[in-house]
């Protein structure tokens, strides 16, 4: 299937394969400073056309579809509203940073892959340089029901002091180590599914250690299902993380690598992240679930990226 690729200058990239667009990167938000502005991607679509993401959910509306959010870097937060304060809970702090566009390095969709590829700077609040990043992502047809993202990152520290990653959990709060690559689903998939290699659940999940987690949701009104698999890259630091899961009060996934571990990264130095995201249409099991992350995982170790970052070190 060919995947085709529409650039609003400035603002996003949208990929489509055929009729159906699978998702829109919105690189440079016009997002609120309290929401810790962030490129995102959403909406995101299966192969169906069914909608797997939600956008500024009230309850929390800095969550905006795929992001890639850090709650605790340092003292800055890129995740969004208020910061964890042990003994007083969550306060708004004059330390929502943001993660801006600089430069687009690679834009181009060949056949059934799409590739987008930029620079960006994380600034604090107070306008400090915190970190500089390379992001790739790429887009591709795994076949008539499902495709995947593999989303890669390299963060250089240029703040000129080590910057210590962290979550709520390392910050005290138990059982609450979000924070990575935050995936939020659409209201209609609260009470659904969670799965990871282990077995199947739903907030019991959250905190265990695994190569890969999926989310089972049926959409409203077509009743229909769809699956959601993300998978952790073997070099990522922290490997296998801890996930960040909710289906009880919301539908999210987050490989969470500073769950209940802060990794410190020294001035200069380089962190690396890969990810692979299934997106299919239906509800494929646990026997057909394991088979989506396998092809996840097939994917995700032949996908060179557009915009290859060099120097990094875990």
């Given at each position: 299937?060919?995947?085709?690729?529409?650039?609003?200058?400035?603002?996003?990239?949208?990929?489509?394969?055929?009729?159906?667009?699978?998702f829109t990167?919105?690189y440079?938000?016009?997002?609120?400073r309290?929401?810790?502005?962030?490129?995102?991607?959403?909406?995101?679509?299966?192969?169906?056309?069914?909608?797997v993401s939600?956008?500024?959910?009230?309850?929390?509306?800095?969550?905006?579809?795929?992001?890639w959010?850090?709650?605790h870097?340092?003292?800055?937060?890129?995740?969004?509203?208020?910061?964890?304060v042990?003994?007083?809970?969550?306060?708004?702090?004059?330390?929502?940073?943001?993660?801006?566009?600089?430069?687009?390095?690679?834009?181009?969709a060949?056949?059934?892959?799409?590739?987008?590829?930029?620079?960006?700077?994380?600034?604090?609040q107070?306008?400090q340089k915190v970190?500089?990043?390379?992001?790739?992502?790429?887009a591709?047809?795994?076949?008539?029901?499902?495709w995947?993202?593999?989303?890669?990152?390299?963060?250089?520290?240029?703040s000129?002091?080590?910057?210590?990653?962290?979550?709520?959990?390392?910050?005290g709060?138990?059982n609450?180590?979000?924070?990575?690559?935050?995936?939020?689903?659409?209201r209609s998939?609260?009470?659904?599914?969670?799965?990871?290699?282990?077995?199947?659940?739903?907030?019991?999940l959250?905190?265990?250690r695994?190569d890969w987690?999926?989310?089972?949701g049926?959409?409203?009104?077509?009743?229909r299902?769809?699956t959601?698999?993300?998978?952790?890259?073997a070099d990522?630091?922290?490997?296998?993380?801890?996930?960040?899961?909710?289906?009880?009060?919301f539908?999210?996934l987050?490989?969470?690598?500073?769950?209940?571990?802060?990794?410190?990264?020294?001035?200069?130095?380089?962190l690396?992240?890969?990810?692979a995201?299934?997106?299919?249409?239906?509800?494929?099991?646990?026997?057909?679930?394991?088979?989506?992350?396998?092809?996840g995982?097939?994917?995700?170790?032949?996908?060179?990226?557009?915009?290859?970052?060099?120097?990094?070190?875990?």
């Amino acid at each position: 299937m060919t995947l085709l690729l529409h650039h609003a200058l400035g603002r996003s990239v949208t990929v489509r394969a055929g009729e159906v667009p699978l998702f829109t990167y919105v690189y440079a938000p016009s997002t609120d400073r309290i929401e810790s502005p962030k490129p995102y991607l959403h909406p995101i679509h299966t192969l169906a056309g069914d909608l797997v993401s939600l956008f500024r959910p009230h309850d929390h509306v800095w969550h905006k579809g795929i992001a890639w959010s850090l709650p605790h870097v340092g003292e800055h937060n890129f995740w969004g509203g208020p910061t964890y304060v042990h003994g007083q809970f969550y306060v708004q702090l004059d330390n929502n940073g943001s993660a801006v566009h600089r430069e687009m390095t690679a834009l181009s969709a060949d056949g059934g892959r799409a590739d987008a590829a930029h620079r960006l700077d994380w600034i604090s609040q107070a306008g400090q340089k915190v970190i500089e990043e390379q992001r790739a992502l790429t887009a591709t047809v795994l076949d008539d029901v499902s495709w995947a993202l593999i989303f890669d990152t390299a963060m250089t520290n240029v703040s000129g002091d080590t910057l210590d990653f962290g979550s709520p959990t390392t910050k005290g709060r138990e059982n609450a180590g979000y924070g990575g690559l935050f995936w939020r689903g659409p209201r209609s998939f609260t009470g659904g599914v969670a799965q990871s290699p282990h077995g199947v659940g739903s907030d019991d999940l959250r905190g265990t250690r695994a190569d890969w987690f999926a989310y089972r949701g049926r959409h409203d009104e077509s009743g229909r299902s769809s699956t959601i698999v993300m998978i952790d890259d073997a070099d990522n630091p922290q490997h296998p993380p801890q996930w960040f899961t909710r289906s009880e009060e919301f539908a999210c996934l987050c490989p969470a690598p500073f769950f209940s571990e802060e990794l410190s990264l020294e001035h200069g130095r380089t962190l690396r992240f890969r990810y692979a995201v299934v997106v299919a249409t239906g509800d494929h099991g646990v026997g057909g679930t394991i088979s989506l992350a396998e092809q996840g995982r097939s994917v995700l170790a032949a996908t060179v990226p557009a915009s290859p970052s060099g120097g990094v070190v875990a």
